[in-house]
């Protein structure tokens, strides 16, 4: 008649407890039984709220009158809490008439144990009973935490919808710091679907509803949601200024787990930098903090950039193995989204080592699985590499860019996509893909002119490795293209070349300097329209590496 649970803990058996119950219905006045239930809740509420507190810090939905209840580390506070959250759960059925504000504090523990475990099927059955109590706090503050995770599963379309009715509650409630979190939520996610202005909108605005002091770990959390989405958009000092402000406030509000993806986002700003060392120990204090916290989810997403920074490397091989084993992490944490990125990581690892067949079936099924989720950036990217390595395939096979009409397709609704949420950086390096495409085909006064499109989007928002490649990529095309013919072409060509080599800064990728001294030895031998565009088959195009950092100086805004 009694199971044991774990350890020193036991359950009765469902007959016994029906049994205990109506005994206890018979028995016990009500006001009796409710005090002692309510006893319960605020007991489990206080050390439920302790052990969150520890690993989120003391953000506005974390109270701080509690102590930390004899729990000598995080670890065992966290394993208290693994052990007794069924009980838990069960106590919140049984929760009639007993104080909403308890209720409440419990739910909202609940709630957040949940998405730090993935445990979406309980968070489900909270969602469940906060309807049936059908209190507006209390649903809210559980709505809340449900368009969270349906967004951790990659249903965007479906958080979105979620947070936004969310955000409405609390704005009629005047609930401003519960408006703030849930615009927060909502921001992250048009982010993850690709919606950068909106996205930047919202977490502004969510920033100055946290102008207050205590709500300092709350901005923290925005501010590094922001700060990604800055990052895409190329606004790399603001990105760093707005991690290395909320790091500070982190470590002042005692979040550990905000810590662990202010570093994360830091590791991620620094690959998009080129500094390779920094971004691997960012990555790795990330790590650390994630496995203190128990956070799969974001064990896995630092295990997929630290791949990425052997990538970044050229270190191709461990690359690929990283990647491969992030991705079975992602998969079984059901992070979609995890999942589509690392897959589109091991695409152009696998690249990097040659094998262009599985490099193409990985960004194919990246590909598909941002457009399932509706992620219009991550779909961009996809397309964007996806095309690029179908390209080259073709091109080995027949030896000329001849057979390009798929890759120019999926690079033209890459650009579409780039063009349609703003994301100028992404948009000017498929330009120049595109480009390669047409001079390739001998249509070089339209490459020439993708080469000029190209240059104005690097040039707004200040990218000067980029802009070196379009200036020169259009150099190479000038004798082919230019209105006066050859002659007139060739000398405007070394002119631009010339100065191109005078204008040499820190950013510049290296692959740029040698392109540029031997492609002027190349037209002073002269060259002839008969033998077409050469710089491809002599290998004086962008690599894939070359786009991966933006050369951006950390000055500019």
């Given at each position: 008649?009694?199971?044991?649970?774990?350890?020193?803990?036991?359950?009765?058996?469902?007959?016994?407890?029906?049994?205990?119950?109506?005994?206890?219905?018979?028995?016990?006045?009500p006001?009796?039984?409710?005090?002692?239930?309510?006893?319960?809740?605020?007991?489990?509420?206080?050390?439920?709220?302790?052990?969150l507190?520890?690993?989120?810090?003391?953000?506005?939905?974390?109270?701080?009158?509690?102590?930390?209840y004899?729990?000598?580390?995080?670890?065992?506070?966290?394993?208290?809490?693994?052990?007794?959250?069924?009980?838990?759960?069960?106590?919140?059925?049984?929760?009639?008439?007993?104080?909403?504000?308890?209720?409440?504090?419990l739910?909202?523990?609940?709630?957040?144990?949940?998405l730090?475990?993935?445990?979406?099927?309980?968070?489900?059955?909270?969602?469940?009973?906060?309807?049936?109590?059908?209190?507006?706090?209390?649903?809210r503050?559980?709505?809340?935490?449900?368009?969270?995770?349906?967004?951790?599963?990659?249903?965007?379309?479906?958080?979105?919808?979620?947070?936004?009715?969310v955000?409405?509650?609390?704005?009629?409630?005047?609930?401003?710091?519960?408006?703030?979190?849930?615009?927060?939520?909502?921001?992250?996610?048009?982010?993850?679907?690709?919606?950068?202005?909106?996205?930047?909108?919202?977490?502004?605005?969510?920033?100055?509803?946290?102008?207050?002091?205590?709500?300092?770990?709350?901005?923290?959390?925005?501010?590094?949601?922001?700060?990604?989405?800055?990052?895409?958009?190329a606004?790399?000092?603001?990105a760093?200024?707005?991690?290395?402000?909320?790091?500070?406030?982190?470590?002042?509000?005692?979040?550990?787990?905000?810590?662990?993806?202010?570093?994360?986002?830091?590791?991620?700003?620094?690959?998009?930098?080129?500094?390779?060392?920094?971004?691997?120990?960012?990555?790795?204090?990330?790590?650390?903090?994630?496995?203190?916290?128990?956070?799969?989810?974001?064990?896995?997403?630092?295990?997929?950039?630290?791949?990425?920074?052997?990538?970044?490397d050229?270190?191709?091989?461990?690359?690929?193995?990283?990647?491969?084993?992030?991705?079975?992490?992602?998969?079984?944490?059901?992070?979609?989204?995890?999942?589509?990125?690392?897959?589109?990581y091991?695409?152009?690892?696998?690249?990097?080592?040659?094998?262009?067949?599985?490099?193409?079936?990985?960004?194919?099924?990246?590909?598909t699985?941002?457009?399932?989720?509706?992620?219009?950036?991550?779909?961009?990217?996809?397309?964007?590499?996806?095309?690029?390595?179908?390209?080259?395939?073709?091109?080995?096979?027949?030896?000329?860019?001849?057979?390009?009409?798929?890759?120019?397709?999926?690079?033209?609704?890459?650009?579409?996509?780039?063009?349609?949420?703003?994301?100028?950086?992404?948009?000017?390096?498929?330009?120049?893909?595109?480009?390669?495409?047409?001079?390739?085909?001998?249509?070089?006064?339209?490459a020439?002119?993708?080469?000029?499109?190209?240059?104005?989007?690097?040039?707004?928002?200040?990218?000067?490795?980029?802009?070196?490649?379009?200036?020169?990529?259009?150099?190479?095309?000038?004798?082919?293209?230019?209105?006066?013919?050859?002659?007139?072409?060739?000398?405007?060509?070394?002119?631009?070349?010339?100065?191109?080599?005078?204008?040499?800064?820190?950013?510049?990728?290296?692959?740029?300097?040698?392109?540029?001294?031997?492609?002027?030895?190349?037209?002073?031998?002269?060259?002839?329209?008969?033998?077409?565009?050469?710089?491809?088959?002599?290998?004086?195009?962008?690599?894939?590496?070359?786009?991966?950092?933006?050369?951006?100086?950390?000055?500019?805004?």
């Amino acid at each position: 008649m009694i199971d044991r649970v774990r350890h020193s803990r036991y359950r009765l058996h469902d007959l016994v407890r029906a049994f205990a119950l109506a005994r206890l219905l018979d028995e016990e006045e009500p006001a009796e039984r409710t005090a002692a239930q309510e006893r319960l809740i605020v007991n489990y509420a206080e050390l439920a709220d302790s052990v969150l507190r520890l690993v989120d810090g003391n953000m506005s939905t974390r109270s701080d009158r509690f102590g930390p209840y004899g729990f000598t580390s995080l670890d065992e506070a966290l394993r208290w809490l693994d052990d007794e959250s069924s009980f838990i759960t069960a106590a919140l059925r049984h929760a009639e008439g007993v104080d909403r504000g308890a209720v409440l504090n419990l739910l909202g523990a609940l709630c957040d144990y949940c998405l730090l475990r993935g445990d979406l099927y309980r968070l489900g059955e909270i969602n469940e009973l906060a309807q049936a109590v059908d209190e507006g706090l209390l649903v809210r503050s559980v709505q809340w935490r449900t368009g969270i995770a349906a967004r951790q599963l990659g249903e965007l379309d479906k958080a979105r919808t979620t947070l936004t009715s969310v955000v409405d509650l609390y704005r009629e409630a005047q609930h401003d710091a519960g408006a703030a979190r849930a615009l927060t939520s909502l921001g992250i996610t048009l982010h993850h679907q690709g919606n950068l202005t909106e996205a930047s909108a919202k977490l502004r605005e969510a920033l100055d509803l946290q102008a207050a002091p205590e709500l300092a770990t709350d901005r923290a959390w925005t501010m590094h949601a922001l700060a990604a989405v800055v990052r895409d958009r190329a606004g790399l000092s603001e990105a760093l200024d707005l991690l290395t402000e909320s790091l500070v406030l982190h470590r002042a509000g005692e979040s550990v787990h905000g810590q662990a993806w202010a570093h994360f986002q830091l590791g991620q700003l620094s690959l998009r930098m080129g500094d390779v060392p920094r971004a691997e120990a960012e990555l790795r204090t990330a790590l650390e903090l994630y496995g203190r916290t128990r956070d799969a989810r974001g064990e896995a997403w630092a295990l997929t950039e630290l791949a990425r920074t052997r990538l970044v490397d050229g270190d191709a091989s461990p690359a690929v193995e990283g990647l491969r084993r992030a991705a079975d992490r992602h998969r079984d944490n059901e992070d979609a989204r995890g999942e589509a990125w690392t897959l589109y990581y091991l695409g152009q690892a696998l690249e990097e080592t040659g094998d262009l067949d599985r490099a193409v079936r990985a960004l194919e099924r990246a590909r598909t699985m941002f457009s399932r989720m509706r992620d219009v950036y991550g779909l961009a990217c996809a397309r964007h590499h996806s095309a690029r390595v179908t390209r080259d395939q073709r091109a080995a096979q027949t030896g000329s860019l001849r057979n390009s009409g798929f890759a120019r397709q999926l690079l033209v609704d890459a650009r579409a996509d780039f063009q349609r949420i703003g994301v100028a950086h992404g948009e000017a390096w498929t330009c120049l893909e595109l480009a390669v495409v047409d001079a390739g085909n001998a249509r070089t006064p339209q490459a020439l002119a993708l080469c000029d499109e190209a240059v104005s989007l690097f040039a707004s928002y200040g990218d000067r490795r980029g802009e070196d490649w379009a200036r020169f990529l259009r150099c190479t095309l000038l004798p082919y293209a230019a209105p006066g013919g050859t002659e007139v072409g060739t000398a405007v060509a070394q002119e631009e070349l010339a100065q191109l080599g005078r204008a040499g800064h820190a950013l510049r990728d290296g692959k740029l300097a040698d392109c540029v001294e031997a492609y002027q030895l190349l037209l002073e031998r002269g060259v002839t329209l008969e033998s077409g565009w050469q710089a491809w088959h002599l290998g004086m195009v962008p690599s894939r590496h070359a786009r991966e950092v933006m050369g951006i100086p950390l000055d500019k805004r």
